[in-house]
């Protein structure tokens, strides 16, 4: 059986510096920065580095009605998760994760794009 990608970059501890790293790039994004405002960031990695996990392999599972109810009043457009997904690319590779695997990863960031993106997005 071959190794996940949450498995060969070391699992949680891993994942979770890449969504550390991530969060400091969006922070000081013109961008994306202002849907992070007034927001527990110590909840929100943890949170975040549980869902990156599911997506590489890893143990924790999210129902996409519930990633949808979290993400529904923050109003994300296309543009939005385009940036997100740059950065979080960036992410990937300032902690050595090969092109291959980037692409496996940001693939399976944008299959949850419907329903992380609002409805009504430009």
Known sequence: ???????KYGGFKTISRIVMSFYE???????IGVHFEDIDMPR???HQTKFVSSLVGGPASFSDE???AVHRHLKISHDDFDEM???F???LAMHGMS???IQIALSAIEGKR??????DAA
Do not use: F, K, P, W
């Open 1 to 7: 059986m071959s190794q996940t990608i949450y498995e």
């Open 25 to 31: 790039m969006a922070l000081d994004s013109d961008g």
């Open 44 to 46: 929100l990695i943890d």
């Open 66 to 68: 519930r990633i949808e």
């Open 85 to 87: 997904a740059e950065l």
């Open 89 to 91: 690319g960036e992410a």
């Open 99 to 101: 092109d291959a695997d």
């Open 114 to 119: 419907a329903i992380i993106v609002a409805r």
